[in-house]
């Protein structure tokens, strides 16, 4: 994690700073946030939403089977459309997924969803365009862009295990409120994704 990132913890809020140190001191390396091409934007979605309430394990083995059904694993919306819902249902994905991801190609085929100028939006815009899509929510739309765009300032306030790692780190008696943690993830601002890492690491600690 970059220097400034960690002197501004430091001044904003000693508590994600010193959670930032001790995982940082069990060799736990924070990967710097990168922005994919907009090529991958489909792939990237399909994966998120074929995840959904799966464990990491199975839900690998799933996308890399997903991946084996498109020539030279070549994710894209019109291939999509053409797959038989059986084929894919075969592979792991239950039937609802299915429709969600072929609602998602549907969408950008026709061009109601566009999903090249999604890296020239601000966040909200980003998270309006995509929860139009059945199946992508505010979680999945989060996330895309933490991880897909590279996104610096966003915070998840529906996340399970970051509320977790909240009332873990501030001692909180009861899991947070939506105000509690947007009080204190204002603090972070503007890396709020560096300090969500922070907290699901330090979570798993």
Not at 22 to 38: H, M, N, R, T, Y
Not at 128 to 141: D, H, I, N, P, R
Request: with cysteine; glycine share 4%.
């Amino acid at each position: 994690m970059e220097k400034k990132i960690l002197n501004h913890f430091k001044i904003s809020d000693p508590v994600i700073f010193v959670a930032a140190c001790k995982v940082i001191k069990k060799q736990e390396k924070f990967k710097k946030l990168k922005a994919i091409g907009p090529e991958n934007y489909f792939a990237e979605l399909c994966e998120a939403i074929i995840n959904q309430q799966l464990s990491d394990k199975v839900a690998a083995v799933i996308f890399a089977r997903f991946k084996k059904l498109f020539p030279k694993e070549k994710i894209a919306p019109k291939s999509v459309l053409k797959i038989p819902d059986e084929k894919i249902r075969a592979i792991g994905p239950s039937y609802s997924k299915i429709r969600f991801i072929k609602d998602l190609a549907l969408k950008i085929q026709t061009g109601e969803l566009k999903l090249e100028s999604l890296a020239l939006l601000e966040n909200e815009k980003v998270i309006e365009e995509l929860v139009q899509v059945k199946g992508v929510g505010l979680w999945t739309a989060e996330m895309f862009l933490m991880f897909s765009l590279g996104r610096e300032d966003v915070f998840s306030h529906g996340d399970l295990g970051l509320r977790r790692a909240i009332q873990k780190l501030y001692k909180l008696k009861k899991e947070p409120t939506e105000k509690q943690t947007g009080k204190i993830s204002k603090k972070w601002s503007p890396y709020r994704t560096y300090a969500c890492m922070i907290l699901w690491k330090a979570l798993d600690l």
